[in-house]
């Protein structure tokens, strides 16, 4: 081996160019065929696996462009990188300030939707609030013609009690039914109202609580966005959520969001117009009935004035005729006395014609004579029974006249008796209890 390597040494090189000074290419082409390569050499025993000074230029180089071409590469791509980076930081700046500024016009939009349903809210609770001091109105004007019902209806019942012939079916009977007949409409009315109402208060809280929880939510995605909002590359609260990015089914569009609060708005504000229009209704209603009501008060209370005036006068008339014939009947009694007296006092003459005439009838023989006394006496006693029959048939006639006059007196202090009473009942009952109808204010529920 030793001379073997001596051998090698010894050897003048050869005018050859080294590899290296070769371009690329034929560097390339030279290492693999020509006087540089080791193939087809009869060193096959004697090199083992050592390698060639060309190869080891080769190698060398290989490494060194290897190693250059790797370096330009890294610091392209780190370039690259660099370059890559500071577009993907300004882009996500910018992309980062969009959604801010995005969010910023979503809670603006929120807020103004809010607004407005707060709004709304506090509409319909003010409405609602005001129709029911409405309906608590038509049930105390409901409750206060209770009291009017009964009156008519007592009056209708008192004067049931009537006697005859005050008995009638008169003009005071006709406005108590009439007013009877217009209470129970109202009632009636009334009642429809109220329930109106119920169901309009049931509406307007219904619509209410639709806007409350559309207000809630909307506070809720407020509050939501407005932390979002807030948010930056700094917080502490940001962490990674890699499924967050994908759109939920249920989503909603910008545009059924929008058109969901306008239709609640919308349904709010209608339901808040009919309520008003609904008050309105009902306070003329209450208007119209409680003038109603007292107008026709006041046409029984005038009917009551006017029939009592009619009993009142009628009662003087019969106490005036009773007056006079009680005065009738006393100088009746008086004239009969004295027609009694007169055939009392004609008794008398009579018996002293009679026995006259009688002793002068036991006149004996001729002196029984039909002399001008007996012819007087005779006279005398048909003149004394003529005047007694005529006495009589006056006395008689006297007390038939004081029987018509009993009788009438009867009748008329029945009539007093029965106008007194009808008076009693239409001024003492009636219209006495009258006096505790309802005023305007109550019959208008503000009472």
């Not at 309009?200 to 407005?226: G, H, P």
Request: charged share 30%; aromatic share 6%; glycine share 2%.
């Amino acid at each position: 081996m030793a001379q073997t390597d001596v051998l090698l040494t010894r050897q003048p090189a050869p005018q050859t160019v080294p590899p290296c000074a070769l371009p690329p290419k034929e560097y390339e082409v030279a290492c693999n065929t020509g006087a540089h390569t080791s193939s087809g050499l009869a060193t096959t025993g004697f090199r083992t696996a050592k390698y060639l000074v060309d190869e080891w230029f080769q190698n060398c180089y290989a490494r060194y462009h290897q190693a250059l071409a790797d370096r330009d590469a890294s610091e392209r791509q780190r370039h690259e990188s660099r370059q890559l980076a500071t577009e993907t930081e300004v882009l996500a700046e910018r992309t980062q300030q969009d959604s801010t500024r995005r969010l910023g016009e979503r809670l603006e939009d929120t807020h103004c939707w809010k607004s407005e349903l707060q709004q709304e809210v506090d509409a319909l609770t003010a409405e609602t609030d005001l129709l029911q001091a409405q309906k608590q109105r038509l049930e105390r004007a409901l409750d206060a013609t209770a009291l009017p019902f009964s009156m008519c209806t007592d009056h209708l019942q008192c004067r049931e009690c009537r006697q005859h012939p005050d008995l009638v079916r008169d003009y005071v009977e006709m406005e108590l039914l009439k007013e009877a007949e217009l209470i129970r409409n109202i009632q009636e009315l009334l009642k429809r109202t109220i329930l109106q109402a119920v169901d309009q208060i049931r509406l307007n809280r219904e619509l209410k609580e639709t806007c409350e929880r559309d207000w809630s939510d909307k506070v809720e995605a407020y509050n939501i966005d407005e932390t979002c909002s807030h948010y930056h590359n700094q917080s502490t609260e940001v962490q990674l959520h890699p499924h967050s990015a994908a759109f939920e089914e249920s989503a909603s569009t910008p545009e059924t969001w929008a058109q969901f609060t306008q239709d609640n708005l919308l349904r709010a504000e209608r339901e808040r117009q009919a309520s008003a229009n609904l008050r309105t209704l009902i306070d003329s209603i209450l208007r119209d009935t409680a003038e109603d009501l007292r107008l026709q008060c006041d046409a029984v209370n005038l009917a009551f004035a006017r029939r009592c005036e009619e009993l009142e006068d009628a009662r003087h008339k019969l106490q005036y005729h009773l007056q006079k014939t009680l005065q009738e009947i006393t100088d009746q009694e008086q004239q009969i006395a004295a027609l009694k007296q007169a055939i009392k006092d004609k008794e008398a003459p009579l018996r002293v014609a009679q026995t006259r005439l009688y002793q002068r009838s036991q006149r004996p023989n001729v002196e029984l004579c039909r002399d001008a006394a007996q012819f007087r006496l005779m006279s005398e006693v048909e003149e004394l029974n003529l005047s007694l029959a005529l006495l009589k048939e006056k006395l008689q006639e006297a007390q038939q006249a004081l029987r018509n006059l009993e009788d009438t007196r009867m009748c008329l202090e029945k009539d007093i008796a029965v106008k007194t009473n009808s008076l009693f009942i239409d001024r003492q009952k009636c219209m006495a209890l009258r006096t505790r109808y309802p005023t305007v204010l109550q019959l208008a529920g503000y009472q």
